[in-house]
């Protein structure tokens, strides 16, 4: 089981940035990609983006395009979400999780909190 620890998070003003991380540790080596949710209060977690450990192939909701970046660093077994142009509708509680192949997300991080004052 691969255990992510989210890290980052705080109150940014309209139109700033963060960069979250999430370092991955335990069974890394069976986890084959990273990805970051957020939930709302009174709203359903929401798919944010992912990464591949091994291509690097990412995935971004339409609602974050062009405006944040999901990268990693394999020495480090550490995820990163790079979130600019921040909008109030992006607060929430940003979850990091793991999945490996042909599964699931299945391992997930306590989350760590982001709220953007508008």
């Known amino acids: 089981q691969v255990q992510p620890v989210e890290s980052g998070g705080g109150l940014v003003q309209a139109g700033g940035s963060l960069r979250l991380s999430c370092a991955a540790s335990g069974r890394t080596f069976s986890s084959y990609a990273m990805g970051w949710f957020r939930q709302a209060p009174g709203k359903e977690r929401e798919f944010v983006a992912d990464?591949?450990?091994?291509?690097?192939?990412?995935r971004l909701a339409d609602s974050v395009k062009g405006r944040f970046t999901i990268s990693r660093d394999n020495a480090k077994n550490t995820v990163y979400l790079q979130m600019n142009s921040l909008k109030p509708e992006d607060t929430g509680v940003y979850l990091c999780?793991?999945?490996?192949?042909?599964?699931?997300?299945?391992?997930w991080g306590q989350g760590t909190q982001v709220t953007v004052s508008s």
């Open positions: 999780a793991a999945r490996r192949y042909l599964s699931s997300f299945d391992s």
């Open positions: 990464i591949q450990w091994t291509s690097g192939t990412t």
